[in-house]
């Protein structure tokens, strides 16, 4: 199976600021890593398909990149309403695997 | 507008089996695969298994494989999930996932439903 690592556990950040969450896999899964973003009782929500294809109606402050094994999500400019835990996933040989999260607080 | 509604959760002995299901409306079911996606209280997601549009496809985490069975009945709109030989740390929210469409990102969730394994 493939292992998904995320970076860092825990992110405290201000508004305003720009912020980046780093994934790694334990081998080439080439585009096929999304990012989703989870508030408390909720469920996720998808954010970035393929790597860097931003999700309909997701904010443009949202950006994806990476290849291979090491994928970023980068939050421009840090909004309230960003204060969540985020995942990414990834998908192969019909099996997905999450990273274990990363939760972003305030500052 | 697409929704996806879990249910079946509930609470039960280590040993004992139980069945979710999962209504898909606002969508032609049969042109999506599904999934099963599980969160442990206060902790991550994990996904716990997925099926091909027509159930000729499954895949399975190795926490499951071998105890789940994921099927679905694409006339009722419906995915099931099969869960025997529960143990505790099978107890979690139980999320029903479609692909976006797009890509094999999971794009719609349901609200979950909840399992509790306790001795």
């Known amino acids: 199976d493939i292992q998904m690592t995320q970076s860092p556990s825990t992110l405290s950040a201000s508004v305003g600021d720009r912020v980046t969450i780093t994934c790694r896999a334990s081998q080439n899964i080439g585009n096929w890593l999304a990012w989703y973003q989870q508030k408390p009782g909720k469920a996720p929500k998808l954010l970035i398909y393929?790597?860097?294809s931003l999700e309909s109606g997701v904010p443009p402050r949202f950006s994806g990149s990476g290849s291979g094994t090491e994928f970023t999500l980068t939050i421009s400019s840090l909004q309230p309403d960003d204060f969540a835990t985020y995942y990414c996933?990834?998908?192969?040989?019909?099996?997905?695997?999450f990273g274990q999260g990363t939760k972003l607080e305030i500052k | 507008e697409v929704q996806l509604v879990e249910s079946g959760g509930g609470l039960l002995r280590p040993g004992g089996s139980l069945r979710l299901s999962c209504v898909g409306t606002?969508?032609?079911?049969?042109?999506?695969?599904m999934n099963w996606v599980r969160q442990a209280p206060g902790k991550g997601l994990e996904w716990v298994c997925g099926v091909g549009w027509d159930g000729g496809i499954t895949g399975y985490a190795d926490s499951v494989k071998g105890r789940f069975t994921i099927s679905r009945d694409n006339a009722k709109k419906s995915l099931y999930l099969q869960m025997n030989s529960l143990t505790v740390d099978d107890t979690a929210l139980y999320y029903c996932a479609r692909e976006a469409g797009h890509s094999y990102a999971l794009g719609y969730w349901g609200q979950g439903t909840l399992v509790t394994v306790s001795s």
């Open positions: 393929k790597v860097s």
């Open positions: 996933q990834q998908y192969h040989g019909y099996a997905y695997s």
């Open positions: 606002g969508f032609t079911f049969d042109d999506y695969a």
